[in-house]
């Protein structure tokens, strides 16, 4: 997800920031493994979380900043082999991660040259040698400077230094990071039949305690220099694409070991419409030696998953070698019903030993891939206050103005009382006008464009959550609880004023809409601007909860503080404690729920009733300190708190918090902001029944 903003006639700085890109990448992974002889099977389910931004150039330099966390949702799995626990589960290597994944500058300011500084991604030819993992949760990245000069036309000349490689294991496994000195070279030029690469690797790592030998790094201290070719031609109605590498490499550094060994790889692939089939080999050598001096030919940098079979019981070449002969069919279909794509992938391999006569196996790989895809176009009219989403289903009314204030978006309609004199008497709007703004809010929402929706979500989770731990320090350092909730609500004002959204507002706003029939609102619409606004939220006060958390344990090297303390013990309370009374428990912290977005959604009609700021925040104030003071649940303000508890250790897990917290929550917020607030207004002011007549004696 990005958007962007141009900005001319500015200082370079302030057009960069202008045009910042925001990155916002998610992904839901289940793997589960069975592995003789292991008595336990693996059952890993994970969530990866990318936040990020890339701003435009100011002096022809662009700067990249994305966090990642990798969240197990379910942990029966051991995560990391160099990591004695859970040793009776096979491995899984989507460990628990919260890092910076990129941190870099690019500067193209030399002809046809970019160079690039920090913690980056680099691809290399296949990724056989450099890649950066990307079928693990926890991708792998390079602390490095990178010169790519395309000067001449078909070449690429690549050079660079790294002094740490960010692996998939995270920074708090052993292996999580290798240090030491690298040069990657490589230079490609395209020629009519393929691309012609040559390449050199030069890997000094430094030497790791406390992990078992054969997977230290300094192993892996290696000089490699190949070559290799790849490129594909029609020939009829087939096309054939085909690919070829030789490399040799040697002991490099201050590697203990002494070794010369060679590579070979051959592969060619045959696609007939939406068919394909493919043989190959790939053959690496080994030295044949016992023991802790044996030595295969290795790729330590390389994506490993992506060759010798998916089983992924090659990653570390045997010390007599591997010959692997494979062959793979595939199938891509168009237009499957509703999915854009469908494509199944079967393969086959078979391997030996490359210096002796012996046999290790076989194995075969499925595969089953789709996709389907929404289509939108978005537009912006200068009469308006935001940018509209018009879906193929919205009838021609699609861009109609909507005049409305915080939950509603930006730039409230002012509806003041006026005498006959043109003079203003208040500045107050009657609760019919009011709930015409909620209806009209809920409108705003449901067609904004999925940029906006989680810009503003975003910042409204960062700011609650900021205001939670304010709250929280005030508690702390006055010993008086109520001093907390008086100020909490001064976030709740901040973000509502900027016009950032909550879910718990949009649970009473979008479906005002649906029920008032406005053309074009679907309960699907509702539904993805709940699931949108939800996401956001989540983001932003995760990203509060990792930085805060930070501050609180001096980056995770101490004990939390007493502030992290409190934090912890909050989730701990709010979760288990619940936990332990079972349903008379889950029904408590429903109510509580249904309470705390009774008062919060009548604060978001709050800031539609003024049209000053000052009566904004006013209204807005007083049922907001009410439900914090009674320690009601708020789904947003919880997704700082809990996640927060849990990075500094507290004692319940993802699970309790989902299960027996913010999903009570949220099906709670949704009942008691729409039956106390959003229906019991929409229905006496919105739809007011007829009155009743006047009966006068005869």
């Not at 792998?140 to 395309?150: E, I």
């Not at 009209?440 to 929402?445: H, L, M, R």
């Not at 930070?550 to 409190?566: D, M, S, V």
């Amino acid at each position: 997800m990005a958007g962007a903003a141009h900005a001319d006639g500015i200082d370079p700085v302030k057009g960069a920031f202008g045009e910042t890109k925001y990155i916002f990448d998610t992904r839901l992974r289940m793997e589960d493994v069975d592995q003789d002889p292991l008595p336990e099977d693996a059952s890993a389910l994970t969530l990866r979380l990318r936040l990020g931004f890339e701003t435009g150039k100011a002096w022809n330099t662009a700067l990249l900043v994305e966090g990642e966390a990798v969240i197990p949702l379910e942990d029966d799995y051991r995560p990391d082999p160099a990591v004695a626990e859970m040793l009776a589960y096979p491995v899984v290597a989507d460990d628990e991660a919260y890092e910076i994944n990129r941190f870099q500058f690019t500067n193209t300011s030399l002809p046809g040259t970019t160079l690039t500084l920090g913690r980056q991604r680099i691809l290399l030819d296949d990724q056989r040698f450099i890649g950066n993992s990307g079928w693990r949760q926890n991708e792998q990245t390079f602390d490095a400077f990178r010169m790519v000069n395309r000067t001449v036309t078909n070449l690429v000349l690549d050079a660079t230094y790294l002094n740490r490689v960010n692996r998939v294991n995270g920074p708090d496994s052993p292996q999580g990071v290798y240090k030491g000195d690298g040069f990657l070279l490589n230079g490609a030029y395209q020629t009519k039949i393929g691309k012609i690469s040559a390449f050199g690797y030069l890997l000094d790592f430094e030497p790791i305690t406390n992990i078992p030998a054969g997977i230290n790094p300094i192993r892996d201290s290696t000089s490699t220099y190949g070559l290799r070719f790849a490129g594909d031609k029609p020939v009829g109605k087939i096309k054939l694409a085909y690919a070829a590498s030789y490399a040799t490499q040697t002991d490099y550094g201050d590697n203990p070991l002494d070794f010369d060994l060679g590579y070979l790889s051959a592969d060619l692939t045959a696609t007939f419409r939406q068919f394909g089939f493919g043989v190959g080999t790939e053959i690496m050598e080994g030295n044949g030696l016992a023991g802790a001096a044996g030595k295969g030919f290795t790729t330590p940098l390389g994506t490993l998953h992506k060759f010798q079979g998916w089983a992924d019981k090659f990653l570390t070449t045997p010390p007599n070698g591997l010959e692997d002969l494979y062959a793979n069919a595939s199938v891509n279909l168009k237009g499957v019903g509703v999915l854009d794509t469908l494509g199944f992938i079967v393969s086959y391999h078979d391997y030996n030993a490359e210096a002796i006569a012996a046999d290790y196996g076989s194995e075969w790989n499925a595969s089953l891939a789709a996709s389907t895809s929404v289509s939108t176009s978005c537009s912006s009219t200068p009469t308006t206050s935001r940018a509209s989403c018009c879906r193929p289903a919205r009838p021609a009314n699609c861009g109609r103005r909507s005049n409305s204030f915080g939950d509603a978006g930006a730039g409230a309609a002012r509806h003041d009382f006026l005498t006959t004199e043109g003079k203003q008497a208040m500045s107050y709007l009657a609760p019919a006008e009011f709930v015409t703004k909620m209806v009209d809010a809920g409108e705003s929402k449901i067609f904004m464009s999925t940029r906006d929706t989680l810009i503003r979500a975003f910042m409204a989770g960062a700011i609650l959550a900021l205001a939670a731990v304010f709250a929280v320090m005030v508690t702390q350092q006055t010993g008086y609880p109520i001093i907390g909730a008086i100020l909490f609500p001064v976030g709740f004002c901040m973000l509502y004023l900027l016009g950032f959204d909550l879910v718990t507002g949009v649970f009473v706003l979008a479906p005002l809409a649906l029920l008032d029939k406005r053309p074009g609102v679907t309960l699907g619409g509702v539904l993805r601007n709940w699931g949108l606004v939800f996401c956001g939220n989540f983001a932003g006060a995760f990203t509060v909860a990792v930085l805060m958390s930070t501050i609180f344990t001096y980056a995770f090297t101490t004990e939390p503080n007493p502030i992290g303390q409190f934090i912890a013990h909050v989730g701990e309370s709010r979760t288990i404690g619940y936990k332990e009374h079972g349903m008379a428990g889950m029904l408590t912290l429903f109510v509580r729920a249904m309470l705390c977005n009774w008062m919060v959604s009548t604060g978001v009609v709050g800031a539609m009733i003024s049209t000053t700021v000052g009566g904004k925040v006013l209204a807005m104030w007083m049922p907001i300190m009410v439900f914090f003071a009674m320690t009601f649940e708020h789904s947003v303000v919880n997704m700082f708190l809990f996640p927060s508890g849990i990075l500094m250790g507290a004692n319940f897990n993802w699970a309790d918090y989902f299960i027996w917290n913010e999903i009570p929550t949220i099906v709670g917020n949704i009942v008691g902001g729409l039956a106390f607030t959003g229906l019991t207004l929409y229905s006496t002011h919105m739809k007011t029944a007829p009155k009743r007549a006047l009966k006068l004696a005869a």
